[in-house]
Every structure is written in C-alpha cells, then in structure tokens.
C-alpha cells in the first residue's frame, strides 16, 4: 500500500509568492494533519481534519496559512503571501480515526521542505 | 498551552548499553501516548503506543507510562548505532509532540 504521498518534496520560492502543499493521505484513514517542523520550534501541529472537516486550527500562524481538505484522498495547505520566516519542512499525516481512546497512530508523509528567499 | 516535556538531549551511549528518554505532558485527560523515531532528513516514524499504566515492550523498546506522575519514557535495550536518531514524544489528547532527544550510540 501507499504511504502518504506529499507533494512538492523540495519547494523554493521567493518572498511574496503564493505556495500551495499538496497531500493525499493513505485510502480509508478519516483523519489528516499538517506539521511544521523548524531547527527552533521543533514539530508544530498546524491544523487537523477529520473527514473532510477541520476540527482544530488553532496551530495556524496567522491569516496567510489556510487549509482544505476537499474530499478524503486530497488536502492543501496555502501560504499567501509566503515570507522567509515559513521556510521550513511541512509533513502531512494521516491517521485511521480518532476511536473512542483517543487518536490512533498517524502516518507520517515524506515531507515538503520550502525555503522561501 | 497544552505542554510535552521531553529531557534535553543530546544523549549519547555506547553501543550494547541502555537508552532512557524520558517525557512529561501537562495534559491529564491524555489517553494515548507515542514514541517516534526521526532520522536525520526523514519523516518520523512511530516505534510505540502505550494507552494504560505500566510497562509494553516490543523486542528492544520498552515504553512506560505513569498517568498519576504523567510522565511516558521509552528505553532502549542493547542500544545499536542504528538506533541514532532523534525521538519524538507525542501526546495524542491534543496531538503535540515533544522539541524531541537526539540519540547518539557510539561503536
């Protein structure tokens, strides 16, 4: 079976353009998480959908990020305008449900790493 | 802010010694608990979940979750080179993970 299939794995882009992240998690998992992980704040959880509806997004930065989840195969995460500071490596993960005890395991995809100039 | 503590690292041991990581979160409606293990340039991958007090262990890896003193750990046996990497605790009630510890075996 696949992984989790992320989409561009190496994005770089200069300051003010608009860049779009592309995930589509393992087929059946009902659950979908977006990652930043920086050298200084380690892996911060953005935002996180649970089939197809984003549950909490509090974790992201500011109006410039957003993110969909139109149908269960496919998410993006949208950063316009883009900044220097959001160079970092954005991971998609997938889970199978949230279940009664909590989360499950997630999933965790390659990797999208973007350096914005 | 929901909080995942993990012990500052790095940590280095020799090859065949054992490893402790240790994790504290301030959460007590956790439920689940998971350690990761991250090469260097990769995604991270899970090696253990834990749900209940008590020790689970999975050929080398034992982990251990106190909810009382909220506290998980994860200890490594007869510890490899291979096992270098940095491991990320992850408390599952709101989905945070721990800045993570980097292993070092040395040979």
């Known amino acids: ?117 | 802010q929901k909080e995942v503590e993990q012990n500052s690292g790095p940590l280095s041991v020799p090859e065949g010694a054992i490893a402790s990581l240790n994790c504290t979160y301030s959460d007590r409606g956790s439920q689940s608990f998971f350690w990761y293990r991250q090469y260097s340039g990769k995604s991270p991958e899970l090696i253990m979940s834990i749900y209940s007090n008590g020790d689970k262990e999975d050929g080398r890896f034992t982990a251990q979750l106190n909810k009382a003193s909220q506290y998980v750990s994860l200890l490594i046996r007869d510890s490899q080179p291979s096992d270098s990497a940095t491991y990320l605790c992850a408390v599952k009630g709101d989905m945070r993970f721990g800045a993570g510890t980097r292993l070092t075996v040395k040979p």
């Open chain 1, 1 to 117: 079976d696949a992984g989790v299939i992320q989409s561009p794995r190496h994005e770089v882009t200069e300051m003010g353009q608009e860049v779009t992240l592309r995930c589509k998690p393992i087929s059946g998992h009902n659950s979908l998480f977006w990652y930043r992980q920086t050298m200084m704040r380690g892996l911060e959880l953005l935002i996180y959908f649970n089939n197809n509806v984003p549950i909490d997004d509090s974790g992201m930065p500011e109006d410039r990020f957003s993110a969909k989840m139109p149908n269960a195969s496919f998410s993006t995460l949208k950063i316009q305008p883009s900044e220097p500071r959001d160079s970092a490596v954005y991971f998609c993960a997938s889970s199978p449900s949230l279940g009664l005890a909590g989360h499950n395991e997630q999933f965790f995809g390659p990797g999208t790493r973007l350096t914005v100039l």
